[in-house]
T-cell receptor, first 112, second 111 residues
Framework: NAGVTQTPKFQVLKTGQSMTLQCAQD?????MSWYRQDPGMGLRLIHY???????DQGEVPNGYNVSRSTTEDFPLRLLSAAPSQTSVYFC???????????FGQGTRLTVV | GQQVMQIPQYQHVQEGEDFTTYCNSS?????IQWYKQRPGGHPVFLIQ?????EVKKQKRLTFQFGEAKKNSSLHITATQTTDVGTYFCAGREAAGNKLTFGGGTRVLVKP
């Protein structure tokens, strides 16, 4: 049982490039979400999904797109990378409204 | 929107001492969760509180949910070096699905 798998673990982008952060879970969880964590700070919700075909914005959605075509996958797309998007990105999943959110190992993204 | 605040931001504790971290939400919560993140790691679920006034214990950790379901606390007794990390609270709104994290309390233990 792999849990929540995020790829890649590390990524360096140039300003203006686009890329997709992958997130997959094998626990049949309905709820999936993306957070970013800046140094010394908490986790801020970017986008979340309560099921396949349903997504919604979190606290800091600008510059990011998501889609949820399957229960298992919830990719996060950076449309045009900016240095302000340098951060650690965590994907999380859970059954419906809790209780426990399982986090992936994170993707460390640097935009230069 | 919902805001969740945690204090203190940093906690320097002598090994063996007790300390408490506090979490306050701007809105009423359906539940509150606590997570621990070790340096360089990812958040790991500790516990969820659902009922008003609920108190739960895990060994040396005591978690409490306020009567108004807008605040919570985590009390650690006899701190050990293994307690090093950042402790986050996360509140789920009474009406909605979003889980909002506090800024965390970073705990450093002096041996």
């Amino acid at each position: 049982n792999a849990g929540v798998t995020q790829t890649p673990k590390f990524q360096v982008l140039k300003t203006g490039q686009s890329m997709t952060l992958q997130c997959a879970q094998d626990m049949n969880h309905e709820y999936m979400s993306w957070y970013r964590q800046d140094p010394g700070m908490g986790l801020r919700l970017i986008h979340y999904s309560v099921g396949a075909g349903i997504t919604d914005q979190g606290e800091v959605p600008n510059g990011y797109n998501v889609s949820r075509s399957t229960t298992e996958d919830f990719p996060l797309r950076l449309l045009s990378a900016a240095p302000s998007q340098t951060s650690v990105y965590f994907c999380a999943s859970s059954y419906s409204v809790g209780p426990e959110a399982f986090f992936g190992q994170g993707t460390r993204l640097t935009v230069v | 929107g919902q805001q969740v605040m945690q204090i203190p931001q940093y906690q320097h504790v002598q090994e063996g001492e007790d300390f408490t971290t506090y979490c306050n939400s701007s809105t009423t919560l359906s539940n509150i969760q606590w997570y621990k993140q070790r340096p360089g790691g990812h958040p790991v679920f500790l516990i969820q509180l659902v009922k008003s006034g609920e108190v739960k214990k895990q060994k040396r950790l005591t978690f409490q949910f306020g009567e108004a379901k807008k605040n919570s606390s985590l009390h650690i007794t006899a701190t050990q070096t293994t307690d090093v990390g950042t402790y986050f609270c996360a509140g789920r709104e009474a009406a909605g699905n979003k889980l909002t994290f506090g800024g965390g309390t970073r705990v450093l233990v002096k041996p």
